[in-house]
């Protein structure tokens, strides 16, 4: 039986590189902005026409919905000093699934 998963509120990180920027959305950790920066700026995501939903369920007999994502970090900015880095998100579905 499903149990409604634990509300969040949404929430961006954004995480900013000398070769790109995005902006993480925790409703389904959708990319709601990335731009590759090479030769002026290029955005890789435009609202209608290439975006990305997220990481979205889908159960029989019911419509797909997104993971509500906690962001368990902050905006991350990466240089040649701190080349790697993560942004920690962590989510359920109410059926028990845990992402």
Do not use: H, N
């Not at 961006?12 to 920066?37: C, F, H, N, Q, T």
């Not at 955005?43 to 906690?70: H, K, L, N, S, Y």
């Not at 902050?74 to 942004?87: F, H, R, S, Y």
Request: hydrophobic share 40%; proline share 7%.
């Amino acid at each position: 039986m499903a149990t409604a998963a634990a509300p969040v509120s949404e929430r961006v990180v954004m995480v900013d590189s000398p070769l790109y920027r995005a902006r993480v959305s925790s409703k389904g950790g959708a990319l709601i902005e990335w731009d590759l920066k090479y030769r002026g700026e290029k955005p890789m995501v435009a609202p209608g026409v290439v975006e990305t939903r997220g990481v979205e369920i889908r159960r029989p007999g019911m419509d797909a919905r997104p993971i509500a994502f906690a962001m368990a970090t902050g905006d991350l900015t990466l240089a040649q000093e701190t080349p790697t880095g993560q942004v920690r998100m962590v989510g359920e579905d109410g059926f028990g699934l845990r992402v």
